[in-house]
């Protein structure tokens, strides 16, 4: 208890050098709870989007089709088993039929995926009911990436070339009848989205699909149905999960970069203030404290500007986080650009798992590295200290 009286009273002691110490860590503490929030935030809100706009509650596949083969979709579709017939009659799942084609936007040609769905679907967040729009055109949906690039706009009439199930090449006039803007790019560019049953007689196969999408929240019920795989989300999600991987080696480095830094703060500031209390020090020890005290000490001073810190760092940054994680993070409408799948507003994630293990994290290392200097005082001589000669 004398102990931390005193070490309490030697910290507020040294006045700006404790208050410096204290800023510096809190700045860094409330850094590692706000970068992993935002880390949080990307990976749910990407995961929530590709499962709200293309995903649904997971997918049952032809067996042929593979998305990162073009070769494959030509053979990639069929007449859903009746297992799966039954599901879309009962509204729990929609069919979506892929295939290739050449668009040919103001002189110039653009290959594209055609994919065509249902305008009466509900389980994917994508405007499709647009596809309803009467027209004197085949009626099609693109997204603000896709008509960036295409230089296309809305009521735009554009040729569309395809081939259809006997390898025959065919041709129409197409018009863009809505422009969406979505956040998921493998849904934007470089698709077209036409109404499903106009699709099957463009292509002459009656009821086939490539890919069915089950309702949100789908248990499987069965594997496997014939010519059909299901694909769950933990599949579909795959390639998020091992980003999520790479993140987490990256981030954990801007983490140790973070608290090196704050950590070299304290350990200089150590050295020094044992350096200047060299006298003090030698006073106590010749008053009877034993040396591993007087470390033990020193080492308390570290662990409470540690302490102090996470009180400073949450005075100050509780409403900012709060505030952050209720009215979000305004993001360019560019990002998607970039491949990722995020909303134009981001909403971090700060939970209790990282703020504790960040508090405990931060308290643990300031504390080891205030003991490392505090090693010299084993070698102070308190009658050479007090005669001024060490």
Do not use: C
Not at 67 to 75: G, Q, T, W
Not at 86 to 109: E, T
Request: glycine share 6%; proline share 4%; aromatic share 10%.
């Amino acid at each position: 208890m004398i102990n931390l009286k005193l070490a309490f009273k030697n910290i507020i002691g040294a006045g700006l050098r404790t208050w410096l110490n204290a800023i510096v860590l809190s700045i860094v503490f409330i850094s590692m709870i706000a970068l992993n929030g935002i880390i949080q935030g990307m990976n749910h809100s990407t995961i929530n989007n590709m499962k709200n706009t293309i995903y649904g509650g997971g997918q049952y596949w032809h067996k042929n089709y593979d998305p990162y083969d073009p070769l494959s979709i030509k053979n990639s579709h069929a007449k859903p088993a009746d297992k799966l017939k039954k599901l879309i009659q009962k509204d729990r799942a929609d069919p979506i039929l892929i295939n290739q084609g050449a668009l040919y936007p103001h002189g110039r040609i653009k290959n594209v995926l055609i994919k065509g769905v249902d305008p009466e679907q509900n389980f994917l967040d994508m405007p499709m009911a647009k596809l309803k729009s009467k027209t004197d055109f085949i009626p099609a949906i693109i997204g603000s990436q896709m008509a960036d690039n295409s230089r296309l706009k809305k009521n735009d009439i554009v040729t569309l070339r395809w081939r259809d199930e006997s390898g025959t090449f065919d041709a129409a006039d197409i018009q863009i009848v809505h422009i969406m803007h979505i956040p998921v790019p493998s849904v934007d560019q470089g698709q077209l989205w036409l109404p499903y049953k106009k699709m099957q007689e463009m292509m002459d196969t009656k009821d086939h699909a490539t890919i069915v999408v089950m309702e949100k929240g789908y248990q499987p019920e069965f594997k496997n149905a014939g010519e059909w795989e299901f694909k769950s989300l933990k599949f579909l999600l795959r390639d998020i999960q091992k980003m999520k991987q790479t993140q987490f080696v990256s981030y954990a480095f801007m983490y140790l970069l973070l608290l090196f830094m704050a950590l070299l703060a304290v350990f200089d500031t150590q050295v020094l203030s044992i350096f200047h209390r060299k006298k003090e020090i030698g006073m106590l020890m010749a008053l009877g404290m034993e040396r591993k005290k007087v470390i033990k000490l020193f080492t308390l001073e570290g662990a409470m500007q540690a302490f102090l810190a996470l009180i400073l760092g949450a005075i100050y940054a509780t409403p900012l986080l709060i505030w952050t994680a209720k009215s979000g993070i305004k993001l360019p409408e560019s990002t998607s650009d970039f491949g990722m799948a995020i909303s134009t507003t981001l909403y971090p994630i700060y939970g209790w798992r990282i703020i504790v293990g960040s508090s405990l994290l931060l308290l643990i290392s300031v504390t080891i590295v205030s003991y490392f200097p505090t090693r010299r005082i084993s070698d102070i001589e308190p009658q050479k200290v007090l005669a001024g000669r060490q």
